[in-house]
């Protein structure tokens, strides 16, 4: 019976004013801008709205973002578990570090991750000149694209999978060795369905972030309309061609994939919550 | 200070957590509502408090309407079921918060504060954890933290919810007579919250027995014990064993026994009747005389001084399950049973209430 | 706490250490040597370069928008994480849910598309587009126009820290300093207050990072006028564009260093906030209640 009465602290203050100022706000500042878009976008009439979202050089750059975007969330999601494990797992030296460095893709301005990994993988950079002769280009072609969206999704798993493999007892695994599983069996057959909600929520942030990304791939993509063009950009140059109507309509079949991302991200966090009742 | 509550009824949604409640709680008495989860008890208490707001009746202090006064400014210590210790405060800041949040006008001066504190928690015996973090604390000392903050600002009122509920066993039979003792040193009205009907017995002076949002009887602990008004009382301060009867004008039949049946209560003839019997109100005989029903005995065991006999009973009624019956060992030994022996169960005493 | 298996269920050492192997060699690709090469550009020609670069007019100009940019959009999105949490923590309502995801909102909301909204509303054809002009107000390619682009891409994360922060804290605390007679703001003050604290900050140290660094949003609606409305990270690509390689990764390279302060004020919070937390056993009750 606490739960009912504790979750209704009728005397607490200011829930008004918070809830006030919290909407308001949040008008303000998101829903109503937003809004815009979609009043926009009506604007143009639903035939070159199709017209438009459809164009051969902006499906191309759906191809490459979407295509890209969900590269980059697949490797991060195989090496976002990896690296999870080992600063879960195993104790090294400088793990504390490590731990804290994953982070960086999240507090490093896009546009420095943007010049910096153009200056690795230029032709003439550091990891570059080494790919070179070998005819792998990654700087200014799509694999560039990718190397980017990889940088920036990287926190994404490993910091879904983190806490749930934390929280993950010993016993489970100690269960299963006792009945006779092997390590391998254990931990796709115990650990890894444990972890699915985690590792797919994960996925999903990576490839929500990864398809939206600009600052640090504009400079290393070389931006070719139809090969390494990402429909962020196309965004942009519409608008510096003052074609509003045109970067809106992209705008808004982008704002959609996104709110069907969110809503499957929040379908699986939910999940994960459930899961772990 | 006396508290009249006065036909609260509390809703959470659908759930009707409070029914039409009337109370009256004088000065000076330390009061335990007692009852299941979720019979409204806490909502009560939250109330009274003003934590929570009723939807309909009022709360009187000393008679006046406390009903719209806000819990700031209703003068009562509220004891937190895990005691809500500020944890980032030490002892001595949490006892003293209460006076130190007062507007300057009334607030009294540092030394008088630090003085007030410290007597505080010489009453609560635990001066040399001033300086601790709450975290640094045992459960029973947090305990008495939070009743010395409690107690620092005066209230005229105390309000416990279920104050010993997170404490093990020990520290709870401790805290339990502290508390009975306290209560006779300052005397201030106080209300506490508790499922154990032991802990109720044991500390308050009048027991609140509730259920379903309703208020089943008020009264002393042996008063409720002895002469519980309704068989949800009889049953929820003790084990019993149940017969069922009938009624025929003003008895209660229940196999060869004739019982009186209480007026008012709906026992009318016909109606049907339930006996509750104590395991330890039962006598076991070799005659039917005065017997309730005949069974026979499934299994002895010793527990301490007493001796628990079960029995499974034969003809009527068996679909009530086994009859346990508790002997002191003297007893036993004056007539020592064998498995599978038959015997006549006797009442030493009994209750009858309506229904099945 | 971390779950250590037992040494005999453990994975072979040869296989634990190609598995960190490996997740090193990852996070090395991936994370010290984009760092590294943002410095050693930096320092190419020298260290005099690398602070002329620094000292240039235009570049002083930028990062004093940068910051004014994050002093005003950090503490109104504080203010505003606060009233969130607040209101969705302590209180019960419908529509809660749907509340928290529609403040998550702008996390999923391409950058681009963050400041092209606000050219909807307020550039030259949007709908206050005329009026702006007529009274010569410029919010589009100007100061407000940046600050606005900033607010929307930090909105939620003071929000998103505090309300699982607010949350695991219950109402029990808030509660004892209301029947000791503290009014509300003494309760938050007092009570509620050095109880987020760690969280709190926290979500300013990730909503300044990101306040400082954002780049997509601020490019739309920047207009890039060189000394004016220019932040550090506009000013990183225009020199890059240009081909001053060393003046744009000298900036660079203070964007690189905030971000390990960031981290490392983001580590020290939360080896705190983990401090406190693992001390204050009022958690452990909580599973109790419901007798």
């Known amino acids: 019976m606490s739960v009912l009465t504790l979750r209704r602290p009728g005397v607490i203050p200011g829930f008004g004013i918070t809830l006030g100022f919290t909407l308001l706000y949040l008008s303000l500042i998101v829903l109503i801008p937003l809004s815009a878009t979609f009043f926009k976008s009506t604007q143009l009439g639903w035939d070159s709205f199709w017209a438009t979202v459809t164009a051969p050089r902006v499906v191309a750059s759906y191809r490459l973002s979407f295509g890209a975007a969900f590269l980059a969330a697949a490797v991060n999601l195989v090496f976002g578990l990896l690296v999870a494990w080992v600063l879960v797992r195993y104790r090294f030296p400088g793990r504390r570090l490590i731990d804290a460095l994953v982070d960086l893709p999240f507090a490093l301005p896009t546009a420095v991750a943007g010049i910096a990994l153009t200056a690795l993988y230029a032709p003439n950079g550091w990891i570059g000149q080494y790919l070179e002769p070998l005819g792998l280009k990654v700087a200014f072609t799509p694999t560039g694209v990718l190397v980017a969206l990889i940088f920036i999704g990287l926190p994404f798993v490993v910091r879904t999978v983190q806490p749930v493999l934390q929280e993950l007892k010993p016993e489970i695994e100690e269960a299963a060795a006792s009945l006779g599983a092997s390590r391998r069996q254990t931990f796709f057959r115990v650990l890894l369905p444990s972890l699915w909600p985690a590792l797919l929520t994960g996925f999903a942030l990576a490839f929500a972030r990864a398809l939206g990304e600009y600052g640090s791939v504009i400079f290393i993509a070389g931006n070719m309309p139809m090969v390494s063009e990402i429909t962020p950009l196309l965004i942009i140059t519409k608008l510096e061609q003052y074609d509003y109507a045109g970067a809106t309509a992209i705008a808004v079949a982008m704002l959609v994939i996104s709110f069907l991302l969110l809503l499957i991200i929040n379908l699986l966090q939910w999940w994960g919550r459930r899961r772990h009742r | 200070m006396s508290i009249i509550i006065e036909n609260v009824n509390k809703h959470f949604g659908g759930f009707h957590a409070l029914q039409d409640v009337d109370l009256n709680i004088p000065t000076g008495e330390l009061v335990a509502l007692l009852g299941p989860s979720g019979c409204g008890k806490t909502s009560l208490l939250r109330i009274i408090a003003g934590l929570e707001r009723p939807d309909t009746g009022s709360i009187r202090f000393n008679g006046e309407d406390a009903t719209r006064q806000h819990v700031r400014e209703r003068g009562v210590g509220f004891v937190f079921q895990h005691y809500a210790l500020f944890h980032h405060m030490t002892v001595f800041d949490n006892v003293a918060f209460g006076l130190t949040v007062r507007p300057k006008a009334e607030r009294p001066g540092k030394e008088e504060i630090r003085e007030k504190v410290r007597e505080l928690l010489r009453l609560v015996q635990l001066e040399f954890v001033a300086d601790r973090y709450p975290n640094q604390l045992s459960g029973g000392q947090r305990q008495r933290i939070a009743l010395a903050r409690a107690l620092a600002v005066e209230p005229k009122v105390l309000l416990l919810d279920e ?51 309703r208020i089943e009887q008020v009264g002393a602990p042996d008063e409720v014990y002895e002469r519980p008004a309704t068989a949800f009382v009889s049953r929820f301060l003790g084990s019993v064993n149940l017969f069922h009867g009938r009624v025929h004008s003003g008895w209660a039949h229940i196999g060869d026994l004739k019982a009186p049946a209480p007026e008012g209560a709906g026992l009318v003839s016909g109606a049907a009747a339930v006996v509750h019997l104590r395991p330890h109100e039962i006598d076991l005989a070799t005659e039917p005389a005065g017997s309730i029903g005949v069974a026979r005995v499934s299994s002895i065991l010793t527990v301490g001084p007493m001796i628990r006999i079960e029995l499974e009973r034969e003809g009527e009624g068996r679909e009530d399950g086994p009859v346990e019956v508790e002997l002191t060992r003297e007893r036993y030994l004056q007539a020592p049973l064998a498995l599978g022996d038959r015997v006549f169960i006797r009442p030493r005493n009994l209750r009858v209430f309506a229904g099945t | 706490m971390n779950p250590t298996v037992s040494p005999t269920l453990n994975e072979p050492v040869w296989f634990r250490r190609l598995l960190i192997g490996v997740g090193l060699a990852f996070l090395g690709l991936f994370l010290v040597l984009p760092l590294a090469a943002v410095l050693t550009e930096a320092l190419r020609q020298g260290l005099g370069a690398y602070l002329n670069a620094l000292h240039e007019p235009v570049a002083l100009a930028a990062i004093k928008l940068t910051l004014i940019a994050a002093f005003i959009a950090v503490p109104l999105n504080l203010v505003f994480g606060v009233c969130a949490a607040w209101a969705i923590a302590k209180f019960e309502f419908r529509g809660k849910s749907l509340l928290i995801t529609l403040i998550d909102l702008p996390f999923s909301v391409s950058p681009v598309i963050a400041g092209l909204i606000y050219v909807l509303i307020f550039g030259a054809q949007g709908w206050f587009g005329q009026w702006l002009f007529e009274h010569d107000v410029k919010i589009i390619f100007a100061v407000p126009g940046i600050v606005l682009a900033t607010i929307f891409v930090t909105f939620p994360f003071v929000a998103r820290e ?18 000791l007679g503290a009014s509300g703001w003494q309760t938050f003050w007092r009570v509620t207050l050095p109880n987020i604290k760690w969280g709190l900050l926290y979500g300013v140290i990730l909503c300044n990072a990101r306040a400082m660094g954002e780049f997509g949003a601020v490019s739309v609606v920047s207009g890039h006028i060189r000394g004016e409305t220019n932040t550090l990270p506009l000013h990183v690509e225009i020199l890059y564009n240009e081909y001053n390689f060393v003046a744009a990764f000298a900036c660079a390279s203070l964007l690189a260093l905030l971000a390990l302060v960031t981290l490392a004020a983001k580590s020290f919070v939360e080896w705190r906030g983990q401090e406190q937390r693992a001390t204050v056993p009022h958690l452990i009750p909580a599973a109790a209640p419901s007798t």
């Open chain 2, 163 to 213: 104050p010993f509920g997170a404490l093990d066993a020990n520290v709870r039979k401790e805290l339990r007579r502290w508390l009975r003792r306290l209560h006779d040193e300052i005397h201030v009205t106080s209300v506490f919250v508790t499922h154990d009907q032991e802990e109720a017995m044991e500390v308050s002076s009048q027991i609140v027995v509730m259920n379903k949002g």
């Open chain 3, 162 to 179: 505090l309300i699982p922060v607010m949350e695991e804290q219950g109402t029990a605390e808030e509660e004892a300093a209301l029947t």
